[in-house]
């Protein structure tokens, strides 16, 4: 048992068991009050975000909207923290007190636009879209902050709520950075959210995963007149995805790789000098990605040895598994099951209605379930939070901003993030999170439980390492390949 984790369970042996201070009626009411007051400024944000579309590390508009909301709600803001210029850290202090973090996140996917409608239809100009309705994420938790410092504030509660602007989720890793500056030390808990299709709380391991780029390169030719002086960048790719695809049988089970080409060459009669392929290795088991991870690199350098050609790869993003909580989780039941969930009106129930018939499975078209928690089974996905939840306690919960059966990082999530269906969700959210953070500034025996756990579940030895390494952020991942 390490000193830390020891300390902590013989506080909570004097203390007994751990007391949470829950809220009262009359708190309650304030702060739904607080959350709501909220509303017109998180719709107007989140409207304005889906509309800018910016991807990972490009959300300079998105970012500094979000920024001078909080300066103008008495917010200190530093911005560019950790080496990444659309990152910040916003913090409202009143006296000594728990410190509580609510993470917000504002990147775009690309490749997926779309208008705000319930059939396909796409948007002039526009490449990328909020498919995974990152606007709403970071209008709602930046909402959900206002609403607890003017809460504090009013009632004189101490302590301190921080919200962490973290860029580039959708494979940059932005929040790994933020993590491995230590911006996180001295924080009690975090707390966060999701959109989705249903209102659930997030429990469930996620899958870590390490993602790059690797880049071949050979020598030009005419492809009929002289293949025989070329050598193939785009061989050299396809020897690559061709192991790859044998290497699946040979690892352990559950892990997934995928990989786009993103430069095979500009015309079929030149040989391509140059050719990059984009892969993510993913599983529970941060050690099997590193081991996985390790033999695609093998596969790379025997792919450009067998068409003659040389390689490379850079690592561009990587991120742990998502550590569970459940001292958190109990916290996040007891407070979401007080907000209040209207049905959709009229509008949105005809928009929803539609994007039915688009869905090859949608579900039932109610929004007010809350869907009890999961066993802790692996989440078939990957999220930088979970860096995060390794070195400080963290929750997050999920709302229903999407038609039921809509899947994530597609257009029908597109278009429900920028329509008031989406906003609706993204409020209850708002609302939850200013609950479980008000409760969490009054119980510091449930944060010193909540730290006991985690210490105990990441083992006494834990010692974090960033799966990405020492490497600065990949400011330029999402540009076009650099030959």
Same mark, same amino acid.
Not at 34 to 46: C, G, I, M, R
Not at 322 to 338: D, G, I, Q, W
Not at 364 to 375: F, H, N, R, V
Not at 383 to 400: E, H, K, L, N, Q
């Given at each position: 048992m390490t000193t830390g984790l020891a300390a902590a369970l013989g506080a909570l042996a004097l203390a007994?068991?751990?007391?949470?201070?829950? +809220?009262?009626?009359?708190?309650?009411?304030?702060?739904?009050?607080?959350?709501?007051?909220?509303?017109?400024?998180?719709?107007?944000?989140?409207?304005?975000?889906?509309?800018?579309?910016?991807?990972?590390?490009?959300?300079?508009?998105?970012?500094?909207l979000l920024q001078d909301r909080l300066r103008k709600a008495g917010f200190t803001v530093r911005a560019g923290v950790a080496g990444m210029p659309t990152a910040f850290v916003a913090s409202f202090r009143n006296g000594d007190g728990p410190v509580i973090g609510i993470l917000a996140e504002y990147d775009a996917l690309p490749g997926l636009s779309q208008a705000a409608v319930p059939d396909r239809k796409g948007t002039t100009g526009k490449n990328a879209a909020h498919g995974c309705g990152h606007n709403l994420f970071g209008a709602a938790s930046v909402a959900s902050a206002v609403a607890l410092k003017e809460w504090m504030a009013a009632n004189k509660v101490k302590g301190e709520v921080r919200v962490y602007g973290s860029p580039a989720e959708e494979g940059g890793s932005g929040k790994v950075y933020l993590v491995r500056d230590g911006l996180f030390n001295d924080v009690d808990a975090v707390l966060h959210w999701h959109p989705g299709d249903n209102n659930s709380y997030t429990v469930t391991p996620s899958m870590a995963n390490i993602s790059g780029k690797f880049r071949f390169h050979g020598v030009s030719a005419h492809a009929a007149a002289a293949p025989d002086q070329g050598r193939s960048a785009l061989d050299g790719v396809q020897v690559m995805n061709i192991a790859v695809e044998h290497l699946r049988e040979h690892i352990p089970d559950k892990t997934r790789i995928h990989y786009v080409i993103t430069s095979g060459g500009k015309a079929p009669n030149v040989v391509p000098d140059f050719a990059e392929v984009y892969y993510y290795v993913r599983q529970a088991d941060p050690q099997i990605v590193r081991d996985v991870w390790a033999r695609v690199v093998k596969a790379s350098k025997?792919?450009?040895?067998?068409?003659?050609?040389?390689?490379?790869?850079?690592?561009?993003?990587?991120?742990?598994?998502? +550590?569970?909580?459940?001292?958190?989780?109990?916290?996040?039941?007891?407070?979401?099951?007080?907000?209040?969930?209207?049905?959709?009106?009229?509008?949105?129930?005809?928009?929803?209605?539609?994007?039915?018939?688009?869905?090859?499975?949608?579900?039932?078209?109610?929004?007010?379930?809350?869907?009890?928690?999961?066993?802790?089974?692996?989440?078939?996905?990957?999220?930088?939070?979970?860096?995060?939840?390794?070195?400080?306690?963290?929750?997050?919960?999920?709302?229903?901003?999407?038609?039921?059966?809509?899947?994530?990082?597609?257009?029908?999530?597109?278009?429900?993030?920028?329509?008031?269906?989406?906003?609706?969700?993204?409020?209850?959210?708002?609302?939850?999170?200013?609950?479980?953070?008000?409760?969490?500034?009054?119980?510091?025996?449930?944060?010193?439980?909540a730290k006991a756990e985690l210490v105990e579940r990441r083992g006494k030895d834990f010692k974090y390492a960033a799966m990405l390494g020492d490497r600065k952020p990949a400011l330029d991942y999402r540009d076009p390949p650099a030959q």
């Open positions: 007994g068991t751990a007391q949470a201070a829950p +809220l009262t009626d009359a708190q309650r009411a304030q702060l739904l009050a607080a959350s709501k007051k909220q509303e017109p400024a998180l719709s107007s944000d989140a409207l304005a975000i889906w509309n800018l579309a910016e991807v990972g590390y490009k959300e300079e508009k998105s970012s500094a025997g792919a450009a040895i067998a068409t003659d050609t040389t390689s490379d790869y850079e690592i561009t993003g990587g991120v742990y598994s998502l +550590l569970p909580n459940k001292t958190l989780l109990e916290v996040a039941e007891r407070n979401f099951s007080k907000v209040p969930i209207a049905p959709w009106d009229a509008e949105q129930t005809a928009f929803a209605a539609q994007m039915a018939k688009n869905l090859p499975h949608a579900g039932l078209l109610d929004p007010t379930p809350i869907l009890p928690p999961s066993a802790e089974e692996q989440l078939n996905g990957s999220t930088d939070v979970a860096d995060v939840s390794w070195t400080v306690p963290t929750m997050g919960i999920s709302t229903t901003t999407w038609v039921p059966g809509t899947p994530a990082h597609s257009w029908q999530s597109s278009a429900a993030s920028g329509t008031s269906l989406g906003v609706k969700g993204a409020s209850v959210a708002a609302s939850a999170l200013t609950l479980m953070g008000a409760e969490l500034l009054q119980s510091p025996d449930v944060l010193a439980k």
